[in-house]
C-alpha cells in the first residue's frame, strides 16, 4: 500500500530550530517535495528532493535517504510567520506524475 | 494577476444542486489538477489532465466530472452534491518538467464549498 506519515502538530519558539519528519511507504519513487500552507490558503512550494542528501535554500533544508524512506524539512531561525502546515509529498515513477500526500504537520511558533 | 485562479472562492449550496468550479492559468502549463482538503486528511486528487484531449481519473474521482476547455482552462462538476461533499478544492497546475522545475505542482488559492 501506500502510506505517508509526518507528526501531526508541532511547536516551537521564536528564533529556534525544528526538524519535521516524513516517511513514506510507496509503491516507487521518482521525487519528494514539500509544501507549506497557512490555513486557508494555497500550499506554496518549498522544496524537492530526488536524491538522497541535503537540499538547501535559506532557512530551509531538506534531506532525503530513498534506503530508509525517510525525509525531513529542517527550519532554522523560526519566525512567527513560519506558523503553518508543512506537507510532505511523494512522487511515484511513471507516466501519472501523481502526488501521494501526507496530512501535514501544523508547525506553530511561539514568541 | 494570481497564475492560477479559481472562481468562485466561497460557495454554499444545497444537496442535489449542480455545482461547478473553474480554473485558469496562464502560467502555460499542459498538466492541470484538482484536489479536495478535508481537515486532517490531507489533499486527494480527484482528476487530472495532461493536455486539452487527456483526462484521468485520480483517486477519489466518485461523484465528481471535470472538462478541460483549453489548455489554460479545467473545470470541476459536481453533477449531484452530497453534504460529504463539503470540502476545500484546490486546482493546481505544472509544466511536465520541460521548465527544469521537476514538473512542481503550483497551486490555485481554493474553493471552499458547503453543500448543506
Known amino acids: 500500500g501506500q502510506n505517508i506519515d509526518q507528526p501531526t502538530e508541532m511547536t516551537a519558539t521564536e528564533g529556534a530550530i525544528v526538524q519535521i519528519n516524513c516517511t513514506y511507504q510507496?509503491?516507487?519513487?521518482?521525487?519528494l517535495f514539500w509544501y507549506q500552507q497557512h490555513a486557508g490558503e494555497a500550499p506554496t512550494f518549498l522544496s524537492y528532493?530526488?536524491?538522497?542528501g541535503l537540499e538547501e535554500k535559506g532557512r530551509f533544508s531538506s534531506f532525503l535517504s530513498r534506503s530508509k524512506g525517510y525525509s525531513y524539512l529542517l527550519l532554522k531561525e523560526l519566525q512567527m510567520k513560519d506558523s503553518a502546515s508543512y506537507l510532505c509529498?511523494?512522487?511515484?515513477?511513471?507516466?501519472?506524475?501523481?502526488?501521494?500526500f501526507g496530512k501535514g504537520t501544523t508547525l506553530s511558533v511561539s514568541s | 494577476d494570481a497564475d492560477v485562479t479559481q472562481t468562485p472562492r466561497n460557495r454554499i449550496t444545497k444537496t442535489g444542486k449542480r455545482i461547478m468550479l473553474e480554473c485558469s492559468q496562464t502560467k502555460g502549463h499542459d498538466r492541470m489538477y484538482w484536489y479536495r482538503q478535508d481537515p486532517g486528511l490531507g489533499l486527494q486528487l480527484i482528476y487530472y489532465s495532461f493536455d486539452v484531449k487527456d483526462i484521468n481519473k485520480g483517486e477519489i474521482s466518485d461523484g465528481y466530472s471535470v472538462s478541460r476547455q483549453a489548455q489554460a482552462k479545467f473545470s470541476l462538476s459536481l453533477e449531484s452534491a452530497i453534504p460529504n461533499q463539503t470540502a476545500l478544492y484546490f486546482c493546481?497546475?505544472?509544466?511536465?518538467?520541460?521548465?527544469?522545475?521537476?514538473?512542481?505542482?503550483?497551486f490555485g488559492p481554493g474553493t471552499r464549498l458547503t453543500v448543506l
Open positions: 509529498a511523494v512522487r511515484e515513477p511513471g507516466g501519472g506524475t501523481a502526488l501521494i
Open positions: 528532493n530526488v536524491l538522497d
Open positions: 493546481a497546475t505544472s509544466d511536465g518538467g520541460l521548465a527544469g522545475d521537476r514538473d512542481t505542482q503550483y
Open positions: 510507496t509503491s516507487g519513487f521518482n521525487g
